[in-house]
């Protein structure tokens, strides 16, 4: 099992080939909602199961909950408000090999939307740290893959959120962004997405309300306007990272 761990840490920290991430914001009217990310990477199985031979195969099929209680203590650079969000979390992970499926969901609720501010601040740290410290036994978590060398990013670090009780938004942290040439992870998932293997990124928000305006240039609101969805690429970051960003009144 932790051979296979291991390789697959390596395959999705270098290549990410296939896989799709899926970022769910449900927003109560009453302030309180949800923060899911699903990542799908089934894509890999075959792969993994290729290089890995027979100690892949014999990986057992897993279908389980982990919670992320007392996880958050060993995150540096949370703060107190942060580590109690994040401590509140979960995620339920399924493997099965032999039908070449890997999917997990990690989910946090929040009771207030200033606690969706500080999870999404908190979120790039967050998915470092699962990926570098779950990994152990038979509970492998979300996003493994940070090669225990700090490296792990996500494109959501280069972006700030903004929520508040009418508006929610998402704008580039230029920055952060002018980094990217010189970072040596982001550049590894340059080469293998222009190589024909992009990342699909979806960002899904459920309004309490309808929205009044929502502004974007990949976003698709729904019929009765509750309901926003945007969907990029990794080609579009490095090509076009306005894609990423968004303005929602509501």
């Known amino acids: 099992m932790k051979k296979f761990i291991s390789l697959f840490s390596l395959v999705c920290t270098i290549l ?3 896989c ?6 449900t927003i109560n009217k009453n302030g309180s909602g949800s923060l899911s990310n699903t990542s799908d990477m089934s894509n890999l199985v075959g ?7 027979d100690s892949v195969n014999r990986v057992p099929n897993t279908d ?28 339920k992970l399924s493997l099965n090999m032999q039908d070449e499926k890997l999917i ?3 989910n946090f609720p929040f009771q ?24 152990v036994g038979d509970q492998m978590p979300s996003g493994l893959g940070a090669g225990g060398k700090g490296q792990f990013k996500t494109f959501d670090d280069f972006f700030d959120v903004t929520v508040t009780n009418n508006l929610i938004s998402k704008t580039l942290n230029k920055t952060k ?11 590894s998932l340059k080469q293998m997405s222009g190589m024909g293997s992009p990342i699909t990124s979806n960002y ?11 502004e974007g240039k990949g976003l698709t609101l729904s019929q009765d306007k509750k309901k926003v969805t945007i969907t990029v690429t990794s080609d579009d970051f490095f090509d076009s990272p306005s894609k990423f960003e968004y303005k929602i009144e509501y």
Do not use: H, W
């Open 204 to 214: 899904v928000i459920n309004l309490p309300r309808p929205a009044k305006k929502a």
């Open 16 to 18: 990410l080939i296939g």
């Open 104 to 106: 997990t969901k990690a």
């Open 112 to 135: 207030k939307l200033s606690d969706l501010q500080m999870l999404n601040a908190a979120m790039p740290k967050v998915s470092e740290a699962i990926s570098k410290k779950l990994p």
């Open 20 to 25: 799709e991430t899926t970022q769910e914001i």
């Open 47 to 53: 792969m993994l199961k290729t290089m890995g031979g």
């Open 64 to 91: 389980t909950t982990i919670s992320f209680a007392g996880i958050a203590d060993s995150i540096e650079g949370l703060n107190a408000a942060q580590k109690k969000i994040i401590n509140q979390g979960s995620m």
């Open 177 to 187: 962004y002018a980094t990217v040439p010189n970072d040596e992870y982001m550049q």
